[in-house]
Nanobody, 117 residues
């Protein structure tokens, strides 16, 4: 069983920044082998993939966050990060991480991001 623990969320004003972290633990292969993604789910909406990073370090972003968010990883500590800049009220959601290929691992509790003046 793999456990995912997201952290770093909070309340921020429009234009502000946050850095999210997601640590994976448990029964997993070397973390570097996994393509990892950050997802978010806003109230009343489906969960959506906003950014992912491949095992080789390539990154892809949803149009809505491109140019504002940056995904990175530290394989030595089994962690993926999401640097979020120029935050907008539309970014308000619970943010989760998971691998993007094959069957998802059990979802973590997520971390709440609220953008509100």
């Amino acid at each position: 069983q793999v456990q995912l623990a997201e952290s770093g969320g909070g309340l921020v004003q429009p234009g502000g920044s946050l850095r999210l972290s997601c640590a994976a633990s448990g029964r997993l292969l070397p973390f570097s082998l996994y393509d990892m993604g950050w997802y978010r789910q806003a109230p009343g909406k489906q969960r959506e993939l906003v950014a992912h990073i491949t095992s080789g370090g390539s990154t892809v972003y949803a149009d809505s966050v491109n140019g504002r968010f940056n995904i990175s990883r530290d394989n030595a500590v089994n962690t993926v990060y999401l640097q979020m800049n120029s935050l907008e009220p539309e970014d308000t959601a619970v943010y989760y991480c998971n691998k993007i290929s094959g069957t998802n691992w059990p979802w973590g509790q997520g971390t709440q991001v609220t953008v509100n003046s």
